[in-house]
Structures are given as C-alpha cells and as structure tokens.
T-cell receptor, first 113, second 107 residues
C-alpha cells in the first residue's frame, strides 16, 4: 500500500532533550513538508523540501532542523532551542510543489515534560 | 491581520442539511486547497482548485480568484462529515492556513 507514515504516534520527552520525528513515504513524491498544529490554531509550515538534498525554511523554522538524504524520508529534529515544542506534528508529501495535492501522515503528538 | 479568514468557526447541523463553509483571503494565489481533519488528527486533502468549481460525491468546492473567496459545500450532510475543514493557500514560497471550521452533524 502506498502512503505516508509517521512514527511514533505519541512521544514524550524531557525539557532540554533533542527529539527526532520520523516521516517516510513510498508515493515517489518529490516534495515533503513538516507542519505544526497547536490547539485552536491553524497549521504552520516548519520546513519543506522539494528535492533530495535540498530544503527550505517555512514560517516557524527556529528550533527545528531537517534532512533530506533520501527521497522517501524527511526526519524532523526538535531541538532544545525550540521554546514551546509541545504540539501535534504533521508530515505531508506531494508530487511537486505547493499547488499539488498533499498527502498527510497520521501525525505525531509530542509532549515535552 | 490574518491572510486567511474562515467562517463560520463552528457549525452544528442536522443530518441532511446543506452546509456551506467560506474562506476569504487577502494574498495572491494561483490555487487553493480544502482539507478535512478528523477528530483523531489525520488530514485528508479534499480539493485543490484554481478556478471555477469541483465536485466529488456530496462535496462541492468553488473559487472566485478575483473576489478572493472560496466556498466548500456539503449536500445531504451526514454524521460522518463531522470534522474540521481547513482552507490552505500556497502563495509564493509561503503556505497560509485558515484556523478551520469545526462541523458537527447531528443524526
């Protein structure tokens, strides 16, 4: 089955620790995205990548880092520099750029204690 | 000032009712997405449209680029339509999202 997966579904970390969220797709999509969602707020773009070995900052990239070494994978690291990391994180992919239909993963709910 | 405004924020309807959700925006765009987020958090893309109207089953989406407005209609609403509906706008290298319309359809 083709799709996009995120793991884990729930993640708990202590304050000050870096944590990496996984995102994998087997849709052969060039573009991948990371979003953050906070209660009562809209989605916000953290980082996106339109091709392997290249990625761009979104609206709220501070405190986050990404890599795109393989087409299928776009992991997101939440660093200790991110002031309010507790949130719901969604990964998505699309064939091409922003105007193409995006396919979303199930999300990871990160709680920093 | 928000670049994207959705209305209403919350909507409760009886099963079978016709639903309209609106999205107005202030940025220049070439396309607009309508997304559906289920209570568990998963998001599904419903439509991507750049002009006119698209229909998929009981869902209809329209856009007027000149007036900077889009609508999502649900005909013969059903409890399984209960979800948050979000409009999303790519503009240049930015992506703007509405805060969503929470729809509850009562049997």
């Amino acid at each position: 089955d083709g799709g996009i997966t995120q793991s884990p579904k729930y993640l708990f970390r202590k304050e000050g620790q870096n944590v990496t969220l996984s995102c994998e797709q087997n849709l052969n999509h060039d573009a991948m995205y990371w979003y953050r969602q906070d209660p009562g707020q809209g989605l916000r773009l953290i980082y996106y990548s339109q091709i392997v070995n290249d990625f761009q900052k979104g609206d709220i990239a501070e405190g986050y880092s990404v890599s795109r070494e393989k087409k299928e994978s776009f992991p997101l690291t939440v660093t200790s520099a991110q002031k309010n990391p507790t949130a719901f994180y969604l990964c998505a992919s699309s064939v091409g750029g922003f105007t193409d239909t995006q396919y979303f993963g199930p999300g990871t709910r990160l709680t920093v204690l | 000032k928000n670049e994207v405004e959705q209305s209403p924020q919350n909507l409760t309807a009886q099963e079978g009712e016709f639903i309209t959700i609106n999205c107005s925006y202030s940025v220049g765009i070439s396309a607009l997405h309508w997304l559906q987020q289920h209570p568990g958090g998963g998001i599904v893309s419903l439509f991507m449209l750049s002009s006119g109207k698209k229909k998929h089953g009981r869902l209809i989406a329209t856009i007027n680029i000149q007036e900077k407005h889009s609508s999502l209609h649900i005909t013969a609403s059903h409890p399984r339509d209960s979800a948050v509906y979000i409009c999303a706008l790519p503009s240049g290298n930015q992506f703007y999202f509405g805060t969503g319309t929470s729809l509850t359809v009562i049997p």
